[in-house]
């Protein structure tokens, strides 16, 4: 490969990362308006909701946060779904 190439490649790399951070950022603000109460954290013995993710703040956390919280909504939702069905 040349020069030109690698730089051709990098440029691909970050368009298509770039691609990645929107597609993330905006599936994280799809989760917070569907699941505003789902908890995505604690403090000081409290739970922190998901509607606590405004979007000017989503878009000033890493991609690796942004993901981590998606985790979560998606984790508190289907426990809450699991304790539903249980208690049904």
């Given at each position: 490969m040349t020069g030109k190439d690698y730089k051709k490649s990098l440029?691909?790399?970050?368009?298509k990362e770039k691609a990645l951070d929107v597609r993330i950022t905006k599936r994280l603000l799809e989760l917070v308006s569907i699941?505003?109460?789902?908890?995505?954290?604690?403090?000081?013995?409290?739970?922190?909701?998901?509607?606590?993710?405004?979007?000017?703040?989503?878009?000033?956390?890493?991609?690796?946060?942004?993901?981590?919280?998606?985790?979560?909504?998606?984790?508190?939702m289907n426990n809450q779904k699991q304790l539903e069905i249980e208690v049904s």
């Open positions: 440029e691909n790399l970050r368009m699941y505003p109460n789902a908890v995505i954290g604690n403090v000081m013995n409290d739970e922190v909701k998901a509607l606590s993710l405004s979007p000017n703040y989503v878009n000033t956390l890493p991609i690796e946060r942004r993901i981590e919280y998606i985790d979560r909504i998606e984790t508190s």
